[in-house]
């Protein structure tokens, strides 16, 4: 039975993408015809399928490690591009998306990222979950001076001329919830993190956030990502009993901390920017493991705004276009959805595909929620900071009870503050293409 | 800090999932000689089916994961005949040593494991393709035992109790019976045994489906502690291959005395630095260095020792 919902579901899907290619060549011939340039040599079709279409590629994980997290990704851009062709295209072209599956393998994003640049030619770039793999494909973004769009919450600090970090960094995400549990359940507090670049630069922030908000850490811990057994990580957290834990745990092997964190009846409070939001855990997994858990994000499924939960809201939309059982609108999903709005927005204010003017008019500051762009799901306003490159995110504290249901706690706007505030970063000013650290700016983090 | 029950329950933990991870490979890999990459995957085909048996049919959890070992086994029997011993295609019906159409792949350790690294690629996706990029996880059963300001999961007990029996039973069944005896004879000189009236097509099909059965019954009993992916398998193979080469040629004993040893260093270790990497990276050197040291395992150090001390009474 879901066998032939799958396969039903990815008929459709690739006869809407032929479907969407075949309109856009059709409209580039008849175009060409009304406009009547005569040319008609090689030269001139090329400039006319450019001129007609705008060319979005998306390399999205829908196989391999990150299948999970990428493939509502690759369906919100699938979604996002629909709705805006439907309603008459950027500034009346269509978008004609080009989209291959990576499967979560970075010398395949390498290979993919070219093809895409060079033969393909795209307008704009959505491409990867990892910072990992936004770093393997960042060189050959810079080298061709593409305009890319980075959708995953991340640990923060790229400041790169053409990449754009859509998504939240770790210091708006942590610094949603930390702030709340330091308020709520006391001052100390253990940390455990995935044993990488994300997790470690996490941890660095965590302890700065500390710093800033009268905390201390009684204990930290970083875990490779192939461990799912976490027994003595529990009993090394009952034994230095914290007033709440912060969770950086990453991927399909640490969830199982969860589910063993709730049959060891270990109920301390957990904060989190990596739980939930991403891998829908409070799903997957049988309640209670998630209780107790709150998650500092900017988007989740159940984030309680008009334009998300409500009638015809994104999650509407979402599961109209993918009927399926066991499906999640992610974190990255939202990102992916409201920045190809932001492009849009973008393309329609500077009047080109052009890169360098649409990336002028997106430093320019695009916002949404305004009167010519949509809301944004996650809420009211959302604003582009020009200088940085990243957004100024409404973020949520979302905690799950006994039951798995999910509470939305308190809302606020964060701006990106680390490339604004401690770094200095301005690409209107200067052009970078530099990862900083929270290392080399604030002792507490060393 | 050290704590003296902490330490004896992460102990038996990792015993645990060292034990059950080698337990089916120990039989494929150790016994019939099958590099069996794919074996994280037959974990996976029991930890799926468990969860599938108690969230879509209802069943109880015991009565899930007893099915779940049967088919895992079923599933073991199909992948013995058609992949690893070629049986089906070869219309002559009877395997005869070197003049087949199809080459059986044991006792070809590269081959088996290309041929076994492409099954597990294939199960994998198959898996997502079915069910998706996940499916829903079953609660851990049992509650946790409290002791001052720790607590532990039952459960993770009762693994540890499980994988003994197991051990138990595996080492009955190839040393006290009749079938064992046959199995040992027929990994050891095919022609002879055959010559001597054991069916060792059959042999071969039943030793492997007691395999895949293992495996599959690891995959039922961590079903309800790990959260179901179709990539869970990959977090069992390299402890797996790692137990069974340290613990040497006597397979059953051998992957006993190597889940407690390596259970014990990998779980003193976490203990004493506080950190599951040097946990890990402990492990790993243990067994770096039973390699180095005793290229038999242990069990082959084991027979060394009783044979230096045979030959010293036979000197006598």
């Not at chain 1, 994300?198 to 660095?204: E, V």
């Not at chain 2, 004896?8 to 990792?14: G, R």
């Not at chain 2, 070809?108 to 996880?137: C, E, H, K, P, Y």
Request: net charge negative; charged share 20%.
């Amino acid at each position: 039975m879901s066998d032939d919902g799958i396969s039903r579901r990815q008929f459709v899907t690739a006869g809407g993408a032929a479907m969407v290619a075949g309109l856009a060549g059709c409209s580039s011939t008849d175009d060409g015809g009304d406009g009547g340039d005569g040319g008609g040599g090689n030269g001139a079709t090329d400039t006319m399928s450019s001129a007609d279409t705008v060319k979005i590629g998306v390399l999205e994980d829908q196989s391999g490690n990150f299948a999970l997290n990428g493939t509502p990704k690759y369906r919100a851009s699938m979604l996002a591009i629909e709705e805006i062709n439907n309603d008459g295209g950027i500034g009346g072209r269509q978008i004609e998306p080009v989209t291959r599956d990576p499967q979560s393998d970075n010398q395949r994003y390498q290979e993919l990222t070219r093809e895409f640049i060079n033969e393909e030619e795209v307008d704009a770039l959505w491409a990867g979950y990892s910072s990992a793999t936004r770093e393997a494909i960042r060189p050959i973004i810079n080298r061709n001076e593409q305009l890319y769009f980075y959708t995953t919450q991340y640990e923060g600090g790229v400041c790169d001329e053409t990449t754009f970090a859509m998504g939240p960094t770790a210091r708006q995400q942590l610094g949603s919830v930390l702030p709340y549990l330091r308020e709520e359940f006391g001052e100390d507090i253990y940390i455990i993190a995935a044993d990488y670049n994300f997790g470690q630069l996490s941890a660095d922030w965590v302890r700065v956030l500390a710093d800033e908000n009268d905390a201390n850490i009684v204990g930290e811990e970083f875990i490779p990502l192939s461990e799912s057994s976490f027994g003595s990580v529990i009993n090394n957290i009952q034994a230095a009993e914290p007033d709440f834990v912060m969770s950086m745990l990453v991927g399909a092997n640490h969830a199982s901390f969860y589910e063993q964190k709730a049959s060891a009846g270990l109920d301390v409070p957990i904060g989190t920017s990596t739980a939930m939001a991403q891998g829908y855990e409070h799903k997957r997994l049988d309640a209670p493991a998630l209780a107790n858990v709150y998650a500092g994000v900017n988007y989740m499924e159940e984030v309680p705004t008009e334009s998300n939960a409500g009638d015809g809201g994104l999650v509407d939309r979402y599961y109209e276009k993918y009927p399926d059982e066991g499906e999640y609108v992610n974190e990255e999903a939202e990102t992916n959805y409201f920045s190809t709005y932001m492009y849009k927005e973008a393309v329609e204010q500077a009047g080109t595909v052009e890169q360098p003017e649409v990336i002028e008019a997106l430093e320019s500051g695009i916002s949404l929620g305004t009167e010519r762009a949509p809301e944004a799901p996650e809420g009211e306003t959302i604003e582009l900071d020009g200088a940085t490159h990243h957004v100024d995110h409404h973020m949520w504290v979302m905690r799950a009870d006994e039951q798995h249901n999910l509470e939305a706690i308190t809302d606020r706007k964060i701006p990106e503050q680390f490339l604004s505030n401690t770094v200095g970063c301005d690409l209107r000013e200067e052009s970078e293409q530099t990862q900083y650290t929270p290392v080399d700016y604030f002792e507490e983090a060393q | 800090m050290v704590n003296g029950l902490n330490l004896a329950f992460q102990f038996l933990d990792s015993f645990a999932f060292v034990v059950l991870a080698a337990a089916g490979l120990a039989v494929i890999f150790g016994i019939m000689g099958v590099i069996n990459l794919a074996h994280g995957e037959f974990i996976l085909f029991g930890a799926y089916a468990t969860t599938k048996s108690v969230t879509d049919l209802g069943l109880p959890l015991p009565a899930a994961m007893v099915v779940a070992s049967l088919l895992t086994a079923g599933f073991g029997v199909v992948v013995e005949r058609t992949i690893i011993s070629g049986f089906v295609p070869n219309w002559i019906g009877q395997r005869t040593v070197g003049r087949d159409l199809i080459e059986p792949l044991y006792d070809r350790l590269a081959d088996s494991m290309v041929a076994t690294f492409g099954l597990s690629l294939v199960m994998v996706q198959s898996a997502r393709i079915l069910f998706g990029n996940s499916i829903d996880t079953v609660g851990t059963p049992f509650g946790n035992v409290a002791y001052g300001a720790f607590s532990y999961s039952t459960y993770r007990l009762v693994l540890a109790g499980i994988s003994i029996l197991v051990l138990v039973a595996a080492y009955y069944l190839f040393t006290r019976t009749t079938f064992g005896t046959r199995v040992r004879a027929t990994m050891q000189d095919e022609q002879t045994a055959k010559a001597l009236g054991i069916d060792t097509e059959r042999t071969y099909m039943l030793t492997f489906g007691i395999g895949s059965g293992l495996a599959g019954l690891t995959g039922a009993l961590f079903a309800p502690v790990l959260s179901m992916q179709p990539t869970l398998g990959d977090q069992f193979l390299i402890e797996a291959f790692v137990a069974v080469v340290v613990g040497g040629p006597s397979v059953v004993l051998g992957t006993a005395l190597s889940g407690g040893v390596l259970g014990a260093v990998s779980a003193t270790v976490t203990n004493l630095t506080d950190s599951t990497t040097f946990g890990r990276i402990a492990l790993l050197v243990a067994a770096i260095l039973a390699l180095r040291f005793l290229p038999g395992g242990i069990t082959g150090l084991i027979e060394r020792v009783r044979a230096r001390r045979q030959e010293a009474t036979d000197g006598d």
